[in-house]
């Protein structure tokens, strides 16, 4: 079984005006503690994708020391996953199915996927996934037409359900944190509140992690 960190890093191209603003808020990231951080475009085509992912790949090998390399984790495209390097792949419901993905991207990357109610949850249990996404847990402005929120019952009730390392999405600050991993969740997957100053966040999101 894999282990997650405390922190898993969104990086959502939505929120850069250029390649070179989104790599310089991952290594800030990697900076401030994090060990996992996921792509995610929902707007540009496969090149534009590609060119993104490769050059954040890049610069996250040659910026970090060799042990604080990030893994990275693209969402929704195994096959951009295995042309920039990636180390995993996150897919919802509306993507390749976890099995077809799997068939891509080998036994050894990482393959999550998201869920967003208990039925979703028991069927992405009985998949190769490595992990559980559930979300939204709190209201969010990041994603478009979200999910009805599960509330941190759904966090309980979701742990119950699966054995799988579970992450917890949508709406997650460090204020509210804390509560989301004791309801269940083995990790939070945040946006927003890491945009603003993302080392000295993600230096408090892990102490507060702790
Ligand atoms: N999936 C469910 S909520 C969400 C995604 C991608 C957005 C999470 O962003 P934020 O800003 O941390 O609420
Ligand atoms: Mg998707």
């Known amino acids: 079984m894999i282990h997650l960190p405390g922190l898993y890093a969104i990086v ?24 996992l951080l996921q792509y995610r475009n929902k707007s540009g085509n496969a090149r534009v994708i590609l060119e993104q992912a490769r050059e954040l790949r890049r610069q996250s090998r040659a ?3 060799a ?23 996150h897919i919802g419901q509306d993507d390749l199915s976890p099995e077809s993905v799997r ?3 080998g036994p050894g990357r990482w393959l999550g996927v998201s869920t967003h109610n208990p039925e979703q949850l028991r069927e992405a249990d009985l ?27 759904g966090v309980r009730r979701a742990r119950q359900l699966t054995g799988k390392p579970l992450v917890a ?3 997650i600050t460090r204020a509210n944190a804390a509560s989301v991993i004791e309801a269940g969740a083995d ?7 890491l945009l603003r100053e993302p080392r000295k966040s993600a230096e408090e999101f892990f102490r507060l992690l702790r």
């Open 103 to 105: 068939k891509i991207i």
């Open 12 to 35: 959502d191209s939505a929120f850069f005006p250029s390649t070179r603003e989104l790599t310089d808020f991952a290594h800030e990231l990697v900076e401030g503690g994090c060990t």
């Open 187 to 193: 990790s939070v997957a945040v946006i927003s509140d």
């Open 169 to 171: 999405i949508g709406g």
């Open 127 to 153: 998949t190769s996934a490595d992990y559980l996404a559930l979300g939204p847990v709190f209201s969010t402005s990041s994603k478009e037409k979200p999910d009805p929120l599960v509330g941190l019952e």
């Open 67 to 89: 042990p604080h390399v990030p893994k990275l984790i693209i969402n929704d495209r195994a096959d951009l996953c295995l042309a920039a390097e990636f180390d995993g792949v």
């Open 63 to 65: 910026r970090a020391p």
